[in-house]
Structure formats: C-alpha cells, structure tokens
C-alpha cells in the first residue's frame, strides 16, 4: 500500500493557476503510475489526468487538455498537477491515486490506492 497526501489547493479566481502536489510514501513511487480525479458537489467522481510510471506516457480529460499538466519527480515521489485557465466548472475535490503496474488508467476503479484530497475552488 502507498500514502498519499495532496496538497496546494485553495480558492482562485477564474483565469488563474494552481499547482497540486502529491506526496507520496510507503512503498517504491516510481512502481505506480499515478492518476488525478475530482468530484464536484453531487457529481461522480471523475477523471482529470493521469501519468505512467516513467512519466513517458500522459492521459488528459478533454475538459482539462491544454489547461492541466501532469507530471512526476520520481526522485521526490511527488506527482504534480498543474492547472492554468481555471474556469468555475473546475471547483471540485481533488484527489490522487496510485495504480500498480506500468502504465495509467482514466477509470477510478483501476487505482488501489487513494489520498485524502484537496479542495479546489475557483471563483467567477
């Protein structure tokens, strides 16, 4: 099992950033492809990005592509989220999961394991 804990939200205006991290701790990082999701209030749970374990590979929801980059430091066994333009419809809950194996998934069922979350809030 790995720990996650995210971190860096907060409320900005709409046309701001933001920059998620991820820590991550308790078993070998650079063995999990890594993955972010949000739910927004009364909304599923739902995919945002996720990264292959090299950080060779990248996934995007089409909401967030060429607003969001993912993206990992191995070495700090930290996983970033990096989140430009953002726009109210990206107020949500943030979260970060570890998937096994090579490379990532866009389904939330494909992760073993989750952190605590981050709130994100953008005002309009």
């Known amino acids: 099992q790995v720990q996650l804990v995210e971190s860096g939200g907060g409320l900005v205006q709409q046309g701001g950033s933001l920059r998620l991290s991820c820590a991550a701790s308790?078993?070998?990082?650079?063995?999990?492809?890594m993955g972010w999701f949000r739910q927004a209030p009364g909304k599923e749970r739902e995919f945002v990005a996720a990264?292959?374990?090299?950080?060779?590979?990248?996934y995007y929801a089409d909401s967030v592509k060429g607003r969001f980059t993912i993206s990992r430091d191995n070495a700090r066994n930290t996983v970033y989220l990096q989140m430009n333009s953002l726009k109210p419809e990206d107020t949500a809950v943030y979260y970060c999961a570890a998937r096994g194996g090579t490379y990532p998934s866009t389904e939330s069922t494909a992760y073993g394991d989750w952190g605590q979350g981050t709130q994100v809030t953008v005002s309009s």
């Open positions: 308790g078993r070998t990082f650079s063995n999990y492809a």
């Open positions: 990264i292959s374990r090299s950080g060779g590979t990248t």
